[in-house]
């Protein structure tokens, strides 16, 4: 058997991730996590992140943009966000990347990375507000939430 140390630790991660609650018995969202063939921590993210990634496929516009004079560089650039695993992980890796920012609005620093990096930024203003919706409609037909730190 592993040593107690590592059995409370494992214990611990998996409450901090919400999979077990305060009695050490698997919750809803531990039972969805267990389904996972993965470590807990991914399968977490797995769940949490389908909220973002409907939301960024639901707005019916482009998150990249090629300038016709900038092609070159828009495929370059587009190739930064890219992640093994198709579009929807890139997506994902898109708007991960504004949430890290905490959504900044203003010309801030993801602002400028957006115009170097051919993002179109009302774009993932409408993700954001899509997902924000998303969240409010779940919590209204009462179904629990994963609420990620990813």
Not at 10 to 30: D, M, P, S, V
Not at 58 to 79: E, G, L, T
């Amino acid at each position: 058997p592993p040593p107690q140390e590592t059995l409370v630790i494992a214990l611990e991660q998996l409450y901090a991730l919400g999979a077990l609650n305060h009695r050490g018995e698997l919750t809803k969202l531990g039972r969805r996590m267990a389904e996972f063939p993965c470590d807990p921590c991914m399968s977490k993210m797995i769940i949490a992140s389908e909220k973002s990634v409907a939301a960024m496929l639901s707005c019916n516009a482009a998150v990249f943009y090629r300038p016709k004079a900038m092609v070159i560089h828009a495929d370059a650039a587009r190739k930064g966000f890219w992640v093994p695993g198709g579009d929807h992980l890139t997506l994902l890796n898109v708007y991960n990347r504004w949430k890290g920012t905490n959504y900044s609005t203003q010309w801030s620093q993801f602002t400028l990375q957006c115009m170097e990096n051919f993002v179109q930024f009302r774009t993932m203003k409408k993700a954001r507000d899509i997902r924000d919706q998303l969240e409010g409609l779940l919590e209204r037909v009462e179904i629990e939430q994963v609420f990620d730190s990813f």
